[in-house]
Nanobody
């Protein structure tokens, strides 16, 4: 079984920064795409950013230029550096990984709350 453990959420003022981390553990052969999604109250879960095993990145238009996704393949970890945070970035952020073990499927983290408020 594969587990994803997230950390780094919290409360920050507008304009501030946070860094989220997500580490995958278990009998992992390979991790393909790693990404971050978010879900605000009353809204659908949406893609924030993802990164391929080769390092290609994809961002939602709303976070381009403010957020940076990266990964450390040796540590099975994905990061999301969030700068210039806005109140509308408030949401629960979920890590997602496309993992190959004996089979291949997606896994979700438990979610971490990000609140942007003065």
């Amino acid at each position: 079984q594969v587990q994803l453990v997230e950390s780094g959420g919290g409360l920050v003022q507008p304009g501030g920064s946070l860094r989220l981390s997500c580490t995958a553990s278990g009998r992992i052969f390979r991790i393909h795409v790693m990404g971050w999604y978010r879900q605000a109250p009353g809204k659908q879960r949406e893609l924030v950013a993802d990164i391929s095993s080769g390092g290609s990145t994809n961002y939602a238009d709303s976070v381009k230029g403010r957020f940076t996704i990266s990964r450390d393949n040796a540590k099975n970890t994905v990061y999301l550096q969030m700068n210039s945070l806005k109140p509308e970035d408030k949401a629960v952020y979920y890590c997602y990984c496309d993992v190959e073990t004996l089979t291949r499927r997606g896994y979700w983290g438990q979610g971490t709350q990000v609140t942007v408020s003065s």
